[in-house]
């Protein structure tokens, strides 16, 4: 899932090496966890913290949260 791999980028856990996937955690990108785990996702928007300007509310469920925060991070990317 090329979204996973976006958000594990932004996160440091994986980095591209002249194309080659370096891993900083023992998990290949197939078995990335941020669309399906509120574990994996939340740290990510805490750290995109105060930069995520869409609230989320008890009621959001993790598919909106995770479509929010491939948003951001695509978003972040084309600005730096």
Request: proline letters at 2%.
């Amino acid at each position: 899932m090329k979204e996973n791999k976006l958000i594990a980028m932004f996160m440091g856990d994986i980095r591209l090496v002249d194309d080659n996937v370096s891993f900083t955690k023992n998990c290949p990108v197939n078995e990335l966890q941020y669309h399906i785990s509120w574990d994996w996702l939340m740290p990510v928007v805490q750290k995109i913290g105060e930069d995520f300007n869409v609230a989320i509310y008890d009621n959001d469920g993790i598919e909106k949260v995770y479509k929010r925060v491939v948003e951001f991070i695509n978003e972040y990317n084309k600005n730096k």
